[in-house]
């Protein structure tokens, strides 16, 4: 099986984040693999590891595409020590700024460039947190869409059935290769990528492609920022010492502001 | 006066509160339809439940295509009648489901996309409270029907009784939209208690509960909360995933969140600094997340917990 990944790089969770002229500033902030991508490529890794492996002459590959400024192969290097294959990097300066639609646009060209069977990405990205790309991707391609996924169970032979978990509930679904699955953080636990892993990944490929190469046209951002402005820290309230009266001082507080 | 499309949201078979959240804002633009897309032969029942918020028309379109396929057969059938019928902006609740939707609707109608919206206003910009609820931003769509999710709880209902006008119409799903299979579907196991996301109180628990979660279960069900959890809660498997408030869980805005046991991390911060009060329970006076309380007891949770909710029992009696 031929497997993609997709992964971002975003700003340390812990960072602060800022913006610059109605873009998340990204040059000035400590940058890494996204978390939740963490478990898709541990999805991917075992999935191929259950089906013939992705050693060299294995029966599978797994390859890891983002997009982002150069700086990402950091956070791709990160997915590639973890045992993914190969990678891809769509780099262009005409591509800062993009939106999702855009960001599915070229990932889309890639993927369905690329042959595979199987593309797994996590749900969301932790500072965009719009959880979009996946489905876009999903319906750009006219491939399956198997998202949200608590467990993956793969038939070589070309189908993938998944258990799927929202605030709506569980569903059992599935579908036919070529198919395009988000996965939940519950679903497995991410490896760490071991000394021989890390060595290996200074040694694999990441392939950089231009717009050109990919072979789309770059397209402006379909929504625009019009202000950023920060909020004002909270201040902090009132704060007591329970000496045996502090449920007491709770509940005249929740009065007192009439929220009971 | 335009036309504004809203997706009408369902909690089991009744539209929810955040079906006239999403009314409320559509009306400030134009007149709302809210689309119902049910069952072969259940559009009437789902439909009849639309009855609250300023809703113009319901637009019931009927497929046994909904359930077999789920969002990419919902989001084509969306697609075609925003084609045909060409609202001036189509809102939809921020959950999974609602987020699939538009980005599917959004690639279809070859439209520009904001999620998670706290306020919609007439002329269509969207207010979001990005980065953890840090810092606020403003923005337009600038090409084709603005899809905007809005986050439930977020904007004051218009809780008026509605008699819209319902129309049934057909919408055509096509293939791709097809390819993916439901085989069984189960919904959310409720607790009875209120959805986490829609709740107007969450309580959460988290290390200093050490497990036990009876205190901030009775104390949330004395003021019918919900409960919420920290990431260290449900990492150590001391309450379900689905629980979990933070920025890899959930995001809640409610008018009341109480801390009890969980120290703030940052990642937890982010998924609830944005409620309109915040009381925090912590035997750690140093921990951080009482730089964010309104109102904040230094205490043991299993102490500071049952007076309280004695207290509010007391009252309430």
Redesign the interface.
Known sequence: MKIAVCVKQVPD??AE?K?VNGLLDRVNVDAVLN??DEYAVEEALRIAEAHGGNEEGGANTVTVISMGPERATEAVRKALSMGANDAILITDTALAGA???AT?SVLAKVIGDGGYDIVICG?ES?DA?????P??I???L???????ASKVTVDPAGKVSITR????????????FP?VISV???INEPRYPSFKGIMAAKKKTIEQRDLATVGVSSQS???????????P??A???????EG???????N???E?K?? | MSNVFILADFSGDKASKTTAELATAGARIGAVTAVVFADAGKGAAFAATVNQGPIANVLIVESADFAKH???AV?DALANLIKSKSPAAVLIAS???G??I???V???TE??????AVDVSADR?ATQ???G????????????TPIITVRPNSIEADLTSATPAIENASAEIGA?AK??????????VKGGRP???EAN?VVSGGRGTNGDFAAVENFADS?GAAVGASRAATDAGWYP??HQVG??G??VSP??YVACGISGA??HR?GM?TSK???V?NKD?EAPI???????????LF??????????SA?KS
Do not use: C, Y
């Open positions: 969770s812990w984040k913006m978390d939740l939106d999702a639609l599915s749900t932790t947190r719009m959880s979009v790309v489905a876009m999903s319906a750009r006219g491939w399956g869409q198997l998202t949200f978990v929202t605030e709506a509930g569980v569903d059992e679904i599935s579908a036919a198919v939940v953080e519950k951002a379909w929504s625009q920022v019009n202000d950023a402005t920060p909020r820290p909270r902090a309230g009132v704060k007591v010492t329970d009266s502090g449920g007491e001082a709770l509940v507080f929740l009065v502001k929220l009971i | 789920g969002v990419p989001a959950h999974a489901f987020k699939e538009a980005a599917r959004a690639v279809l439209s520009g996309i904001i999620t998670d910009t409270l990005v980065f609820g840090s810092t606020t931003v403003h923005s337009k769509v600038s090409h084709g791709a390819l993916s299979a439901i085989s069984s579907s189960q919904p959310p959805e986490l996301t109180i003021l995933h689905s920025q890899t959930k995001t008018q009341l940052i990642q982010a600094q009060s915040i009381i329970v006076p009482f730089d964010i309380a309104d109102f904040g007891v230094i205490g043991d102490n500071v917990l049952p007076q309280a909710t004695a207290g509010i009252k």
